[in-house]
């Protein structure tokens, strides 16, 4: 299956674990899915099997793949996970993202 990428507006959810897409999304993208559905619990404390999957996030400059529930939902959530994997965080006075830690790599050689 071919990979794709789409812009699209997500609510920062930072009481869920992990980020939640439907399956329409996830196929657009492409993603790929464990052979098994996992046991995901809610927020409200219920049990569902869902697939999981794996998507690269991108932010700005920042990006890096992060774990995605993909089951049926009102909206896309990005998770905790994802913020953790891209250097980010929400600032509770403003309610945006900020940076974690820096995004810059340095590399020397070795002689």
Same mark, same amino acid.
């Given at each position: 299956?071919?990979?794709?990428?789409?812009?699209?507006?997500?609510?920062?959810?930072?009481?869920? /674990?992990?980020?939640?897409?439907?399956?329409?999304?996830?196929?657009?993208?492409?993603?790929? &899915?464990?052979?098994?559905?996992?046991?995901?619990?809610?927020?409200?404390? +219920?049990?569902?099997?869902?697939? !999981?999957?794996? !998507?690269?996030? &991108?932010?700005?400059? &920042?990006?890096?793949?992060?774990?995605? !529930?993909?089951? %049926?939902?009102?909206?896309?959530?990005?998770?905790? %996970?994802?913020?953790?994997?891209?250097?980010?965080?929400?600032?509770?006075?403003?309610?945006?993202?900020?940076? /974690? +830690?820096?995004?810059? !790599?340095?590399?020397?050689?070795?002689?």
């Amino acid at each position: 299956a071919a990979v794709h990428e789409e812009e699209l507006t997500i609510l920062v959810d930072t009481g869920a /674990t992990y980020s939640l897409i439907p399956p329409s999304l996830a196929d657009r993208l492409g993603v790929s &899915r464990l052979p098994r559905k996992q046991t995901i619990i809610l927020a409200d404390g +219920r049990r569902i099997e869902a697939e !999981v999957g794996t !998507v690269m996030v &991108r932010i700005g400059d &920042r990006s890096a793949a992060t774990t995605v !529930v993909i089951a %049926e939902c009102d909206e896309p959530l990005l998770g905790v %996970e994802a913020l953790e994997a891209l250097g980010l965080a929400v600032d509770p006075t403003t309610g945006s993202l900020r940076p /974690t +830690r820096t995004n810059t !790599v340095r590399l020397g050689g070795v002689r």
